[in-house]
């Protein structure tokens, strides 16, 4: 049997599903209001260490917000500058919204070297510093219509979606942006 992680996800599986947009203040408040998610933990100038674009070193600006629906965790991606990235790649492919799906692992290195040999490129790598856990990107889009994140576990990554989800609990709608970073 898998096991339940603490926010309610199985271990493994999709844990967050993940949407580039324009105006993150904007998107924050239409999810909320129109799909009751939240509250949002607003995550400035969002920094990954060791950050690489595409398996080189690359420059990036991006915030993010998360919040829960249930036990699915949303991501709100904007990024502020131009570089190149995996954000801007699916924007100009698409335009804004659904970007990828995060996939929790205990086993990162692995199923990374899974997903590279069956032919899905590492198109972004970095480290949460904070929670000192890694999360790296594959290239799935012709395939599944967005990309992969993979999320690597330990206590305090899961510790931290769990008290995002937290938050969410008996939720009455009031300070629905909690900025964080």
């Not at 590279?116 to 290239?139: F, K, M, T, W």
């Not at 395939?143 to 992969?148: A, D, K, N, S, V």
Request: with cysteine; proline share 4%.
């Amino acid at each position: 049997m898998t096991k339940l992680l603490s926010f309610g996800q199985p271990q493994g599986a999709i844990m967050q599903v993940a949407y580039v947009v324009e105006d993150i203040e904007k998107a924050m408040h239409h999810w909320t209001n129109k799909l009751g998610v939240g509250p949002f933990f607003l995550f400035e100038n969002f920094a990954l260490d060791d950050y690489r674009y595409r398996g080189k070193p690359a420059e990036l600006d991006i915030t993010i917000a998360l919040g829960f629906s249930g036990s699915m965790c949303f991501e709100l991606i904007v990024q502020h500058c131009s570089n190149p990235s995996v954000y801007k790649d699916v924007v100009d492919k698409k335009g804004y919204g659904f970007h990828h799906w995060a996939v929790s692992t205990n086993h990162f290195d692995d199923d990374l070297a899974e997903h590279i040999s069956s032919g899905n490129d590492e198109v972004l790598y970095g480290l949460v510093s904070p929670v000192n856990g890694r999360a790296a990107y594959v290239d799935t889009f012709d395939e599944l219509g967005g990309m992969i994140e993979l999320i690597e576990l330990n206590p305090a990554v899961e510790g931290f979606f769990s008290a995002v989800k937290e938050a969410s609990i008996n939720w009455d709608g009031k300070d629905p942006v909690r900025t964080l970073g």
